[in-house]
């Protein structure tokens, strides 16, 4: 694999992460619709209904709750295939940096900060770890 290609492959945590936490606020959007579903069943007359919008929307929130398990547990898989293969570096502060970076998800300039080393020594440890990472052919897709 090339540089940019182990890149790719190891902010799929992150990715999956920005993924989980769309589908919660899709979840929590749903619920919120469908709060606003269950006044119109005062029994009071309003308009023509087919008198299906609240199990709609349950089936809908069922579903969204479905993917997002999914995409949970998915995280979870894809995060341990990420440390496993970040355990391969040894040296502490290059460890670190890759940890911070790819589950973390910090900028190079914030771990360059909170670390206390200068920003372009960040940018090459990072690139010199990244190059060294053995990632399996399987572990690709």
């Given at each position: 694999?090339?540089?940019?290609?182990?890149?790719?492959?190891?902010?799929?945590?992150?990715?999956?992460?920005?993924?989980?936490?769309?589908?919660?606020?899709?979840?929590?959007?749903?619920?919120?619709?469908?709060?606003?579903?269950?006044?119109?069943?005062?029994?009071?007359?309003?308009?023509?209904?087919?008198?299906?919008?609240?199990?709609?929307a349950?089936?809908?929130?069922?579903?969204?709750?479905?993917?997002?398990?999914?995409?949970?547990?998915?995280?979870?898989?894809?995060?341990?295939?990420?440390?496993?293969?970040?355990?391969?570096?040894?040296?502490?502060?290059?460890?670190?940096?890759?940890?911070?970076?790819?589950?973390?998800?910090?900028?190079?300039?914030?771990?360059s900060?909170e670390?206390?080393?200068?920003?372009?020594?960040?940018?090459?440890?990072?690139?010199?770890?990244?190059?060294?990472?053995?990632?399996?052919?399987?572990?690709?897709?």
């Open positions: 694999m090339t540089y940019d290609e182990k890149k790719q492959w190891l902010w799929r945590y992150r990715e999956s992460i920005h993924r989980e936490k769309e589908l919660s606020d899709e979840v929590k959007e749903l619920r919120e619709r469908a709060y606003n579903v269950s006044p119109a069943l005062t029994g009071m007359p309003g308009g023509s209904s087919d008198g299906q919008a609240l199990p709609r349950v089936e809908s929130i069922t579903r969204a709750q479905q993917e997002l398990e999914c995409q949970i547990n998915m995280c979870g898989a894809i995060r341990r295939e990420i440390v496993e293969t970040i355990e391969q570096v040894t040296n502490a502060r290059d460890h670190e940096i890759l940890r911070r970076r790819y589950l973390l998800g910090q900028k190079l300039e914030k771990i900060v670390m206390n080393y200068d920003f372009r020594y960040v940018c090459k440890r990072h690139k010199i770890s990244v190059c060294k990472l053995d990632i399996e052919s399987d572990k690709k897709n």
